[in-house]
Structure formats: structure tokens, C-alpha cells
């Protein structure tokens, strides 16, 4: 069965650096594109980035760019989002999650993703 595994949340102060990994097992998700999610709570789950299957198209939030990145190891079936100068505001669970579409209106659109990871936690401290 497909499985997508988050790591890498933690805790981090203002200012501060985390890298999540989300391990993919099950398929090889090497053919999928792949996508990042946020969801503080109370709040909607939110957009962050996505990586198309090679590796070579990206997408972000607004709000993300330039302080975070994704990236993927198709040999090793991972994905990767370096977060840099995180904020308070970051504070959310993340989510990774696969799609066969790379539709910028679907790829930001949690409904466009097929499998889901079960969340790490990212709480950034003031």
C-alpha cells in the first residue's frame, strides 16, 4: 500500500532552520508530482510548494518564497522542504502529498493530490 511519512518537524526559535523530509514507500512516486502543505490551527490547510516529477518545475506560495525550498531524491523516493527564516506564523502541521497533475490551479488545491502523509509538526517560537 502507498505510503507517504513525514519527518523532520520540531521545535525552532524565530529565525531559525528545519528540513522535512517525506519518505515515500509502497509505489514509487518517482512519476508523481509532489506537494507541501501547511495547517495551523482553526486555519484551512494551506499551500506551501510543489516539485513536479523530475525535479526541475517548482511552485510556492507567495508567502514562501524565498525562504523555503523543495527539492526531490527520485533514487531514494524522497522529497525534501528546507524552511529558512521561519516565523511564529509558520508554526503548522506539514503535510506532503502526490498528484499525477501538474496544473498550477490543481497543484495548489489540497483536493488535487491523491495520497497524503500524516503530518509532522513545526512550531516556531518567538
Known amino acids: 500500500q502507498a505510503q507517504l511519512v513525514e519527518s523532520g518537524g520540531g521545535l525552532v526559535q524565530a529565525g531559525g532552520s528545519l528540513r522535512l523530509s517525506c519518505a515515500a514507500s509502497?509505489?514509487?512516486?518517482?512519476?508523481?508530482?509532489m506537494g507541501w502543505f501547511r495547517q495551523a490551527p482553526g486555519k484551512e490547510r494551506e499551500f506551501v510548494a510543489a516539485?513536479?516529477?523530475?525535479?526541475?518545475?517548482?511552485y510556492y506560495a507567495d508567502s514562501m518564497k524565498g525562504r523555503f525550498t523543495i527539492s526531490r531524491d527520485n533514487a531514494k523516493n524522497t522529497v525534501y522542504l528546507q524552511m529558512n527564516s521561519l516565523k511564529p506564523e509558520d508554526t503548522a502541521v506539514y503535510y506532503c502529498a502526490a498528484t499525477n497533475v501538474w496544473t498550477i490551479r490543481i497543484l495548489t488545491s489540497s483536493g488535487g493530490y491523491d495520497y497524503w502523509g500524516q503530518g509532522t509538526q513545526v512550531t516556531v517560537s518567538s
Open positions: 516539485i513536479s516529477w523530475s525535479g526541475e518545475s517548482t
Open positions: 509502497g509505489r514509487t512516486f518517482s512519476s508523481y508530482a
